[in-house]
């Protein structure tokens, strides 16, 4: 892919996809750390004078309806204040944007756009036509075939991949293709379903294979343990069966339970094969935790994506909270992403610990599992064409 730092943008119009899909409450950004993921970005292109477009979704609006609610206005006045600098809101960008070198501006939530979500190709030549350079540099929507973010790249002038799409490709291609072993990946989340694919794919690549959440459960039951009512999946016993025959994945000696799923339920630490018929297994207990840091501090490699227990609730975030220490201690280089491992990290103030935190989810998940991403295809494909 050509990159950002390799072309000449002075003077330029620059439209770029940034992911600035952030938490708002009450009108005010409540976690601003995808903004400030993107911004080493717009401070470059801004001190390169170049005219700055940037361009976003919010939330999920129904497209040709915008809502306040699923306004950037917020975003806008965070950028205001981070780069020190009015950062206009843009809303009928599509007609054309007046912005000069030196400026930035917001546009619109893109989801406001009808065609977006269906990479219509008019709406992706509207976008296209209002810069000299298009800027992909949103990972996290970079699995998405959409206007914004695939559409565009293929009508734009000129496409370049942003420093912060280039960073996030590398840190995980340091994992998967080239880790320092032994490489462990700790996969946590609600169903096997959701992530079998990740699981089988990166099941070859590693050394060790921690899961927790519903996951863990499935594969607790499919090796013949009882789960009482735990979340877990009794149509892929097989599946989990086939995983647990590789002999990588550690299985838990100790899980904390409780008689529902709330902050309140008392919790309760019990072996694996005295789980009850009521009983909801929550967390992984204080031997399986001693046990999976223990494997943490021989590896050389980590990539993390998902709690092993149900960290938002005090008595059962334990398990998490001393899984996501151990990988901040060790002296393996680290990748995390997803939102609720992102959430962990900043729970337990362990962010300094973690070498890489990836901004995507979903295209995390899909980039492990070793699919093609939309955007990252497209951005290769507009290299080779002017190579």
Known sequence: MHSLHNIDISGKRLLIREDLNVPVSNGQVTSDARILAALPTLQY?????AAVMVMSHLGRPAEGHPEPSYSLAPVAQRLSELLGQTVRLVSNWLDGVNVSPGELVLCENVRFCVGEKVNDPELARQMADLCDVFVMDAFGTAHRAQASTEGVIHAAPAAVAGPLLSAELDA???VLRDPQRPLLAVIGGSKVSTKLGVLHNILPQVDHLIVGGGIANTLLAAAGYPVGQSLHEPDLLDAAAELIASGKIPMPKD?????????DTPATIKPVDQVGDDDMI?????Q???DYAGIVQTCGTILWNGPVGVFEFPAFAEGTRALSRAIADSSAYSV???GDTLAAINQFD????ISYQSTGGGAFLEYVEGKTLPAVAALEARSRSVA
């Open 45 to 49: 292109a801004l001190e390169q004078q």
């Open 172 to 174: 995980l291609s340091k």
């Open 255 to 263: 899980v904390v339970v409780g008689s529902s799923f709330s902050a």
């Open 282 to 286: 929550l967390d992984i207990g204080p």
């Open 288 to 290: 399986t935790a001693a």
């Open 336 to 338: 995390a992403g997803g």
């Open 350 to 353: 362990v962010a300094d610990g």
